[in-house]
Structures are given as structure tokens and as C-alpha cells.
């Protein structure tokens, strides 16, 4: 079974600040994870996958990821927020067979940009 | 390239009513899953589509169903609609391969009253 756990369910930062949303996650088969973003009334847009390789991802709006095996985490990170970064991030974790293949989705991070 | 699309974007529909949500994915994608999403329960798998075969479900009740046709086009339907069933409902179409990213639709809002 997989699963995911995103620490702090509102994150609240300045404009300008840096912005880290976390992200733990469990897997008995090696994992592809993401992060995706919704905004109100919208669907989920990707921001970045990990799947094989570098473990430091970068993703759209500047958003970066860095897989790190033994503490089985997937941290978002951004230097400087913007106020369009206001939005809920989800962290999700696929396997490559059998019913681990869907997406386990986080329970989400409301990410809140102070001006 | 045309995203995925879902239709209707909103719906209402009253307890015991059942419905049918359609996904066009993205042209050339032949896996397509759906999820339901609800603020008490977060974004949860349905079930996936591919090549008209359900690949992967998840647990949910018999109630919900769906098929995919030909063209890779995917509805989806619930009978028997409980006050519990008002989620957005997000379909997702990704080529073949367990790496290949998700992309979402919009989503399908259902309200049951």
C-alpha cells in the first residue's frame, strides 16, 4: 500500500518569502511522485514529477522538489513566493504496477501569500 | 493540444436520481481515471480505463461505474445518488506508460440535494 502525508495543512508565507510545503510519503515499490496545484473551481495542474534520475526537480513558476530516499520525502520549495502562488498543493505518489499504479494523493496544503 | 475535457461542468441532481459524467482526454491518451474529491475526504481513486478495460479500481461502492469507449472517451455513472456523492468528480488521461504524468480536467461539480 501507498500512502502520503503533507505536514501542515495551511501554510501561511510573505510575499517575496520562501515557501516549503512538505511532503512524506510511503511505498513499497519504488515511487513516482508529484506535485499538483489547484486553484478555486479548477482541476489539478501539474507542477513536477520525479520518476527516475536526478533527484532534484525543477518544475513551472519556479517550484523545485528533491527526492530523498532514506527520509522518504518530497519537499516543494520556492525562494521567493508570489501572491499568484495562493492556491492548494497536493503531493501524490504512484507506483509502476498493479493497483499501485493511481495516484495516492496528500490532503492537500492551503498555501495562503501574505502582501 | 486540446486538454482534457469533462461535461457538464455543474450539475444538481436530488437523492435517488442516478448520473452520467463524460471525459474526453487529451488525443492520444488511452488511460483515462477518474477520482472524486470532497473536503472531508480528499481526492480518492474511482477506477481506470484502458483500451475499454477496467484496469484499477478503488473502493467505492457498486453504485459507481464506468466504462471507456473506442475513441478513449470515459463516462462515468452513479445510481442511486446519496447527499454524500456531491464531490467534484476529476477524470485524468495519460499515455500507456505508469510514468507518464496524469492531466486533469476541470472537473465535473456535483451537487445532490
Known amino acids: 500500500a501507498q500512502s502520503v502525508t503533507q505536514l501542515g495543512s495551511h501554510v501561511s508565507v510573505s510575499e517575496g518569502a520562501l515557501v516549503l510545503l512538505r511532503c512524506n510519503y510511503s511505498s513499497s515499490v519504488p515511487p513516482y511522485l508529484f506535485w499538483y496545484v489547484q486553484y478555486p473551481n479548477q482541476g489539478l495542474q501539474l507542477l513536477l514529477k520525479?520518476?527516475?534520475?536526478?533527484?532534484l526537480v525543477k518544475g513551472i513558476n519556479g517550484f523545485e522538489a528533491e527526492f530523498k530516499k532514506s527520509e522518504t520525502s518530497f519537499h516543494l520549495t520556492k525562494p521567493s513566493a508570489h501572491m499568484s502562488d495562493a492556491a492548494e498543493y497536493f503531493c501524490?505518489?504512484?507506483?509502476?504496477?498493479?493497483?499501485?499504479?493511481?495516484?495516492?494523493f496528500g490532503s492537500g496544503t492551503q498555501l495562503t501569500v501574505l502582501p | 493540444k486540446a486538454g482534457v475535457t469533462q461535461t457538464p461542468r455543474y450539475l444538481i441532481k436530488t437523492r435517488g436520481q442516478q448520473v452520467t459524467l463524460s471525459c474526453s482526454p487529451i488525443?492520444?491518451?488511452?488511460?483515462v481515471s477518474w477520482y472524486q474529491q470532497t473536503p472531508g475526504q480528499g481526492l480518492q481513486f474511482l477506477f481506470e480505463?484502458?483500451?475499454?478495460?477496467?484496469?484499477n479500481k478503488g473502493n467505492f461502492p457498486g453504485r459507481f461505474s464506468g466504462r471507456q469507449f473506442s475513441n478513449s472517451r470515459s463516462e462515468m455513472n452513479v445510481s442511486t445518488l446519496e447527499l454524500g456523492d456531491s464531490a467534484l468528480y476529476l477524470c485524468?488521461?495519460?499515455?500507456?506508460?505508469?510514468?507518464?504524468?496524469?492531466?486533469f480536467g476541470p472537473g465535473t461539480r456535483l451537487l445532490v440535494l
Open positions: 488525443s492520444g491518451h488511452r488511460s
Open positions: 485524468a488521461s495519460s499515455l500507456v506508460d505508469s510514468q507518464e504524468t496524469q492531466y
Open positions: 501524490a505518489v504512484k507506483g509502476s504496477s498493479g493497483s499501485a499504479r493511481q495516484l495516492t
Open positions: 480505463y484502458f483500451s475499454e478495460t477496467q484496469r
Open positions: 520525479y520518476t527516475t534520475g536526478a533527484t
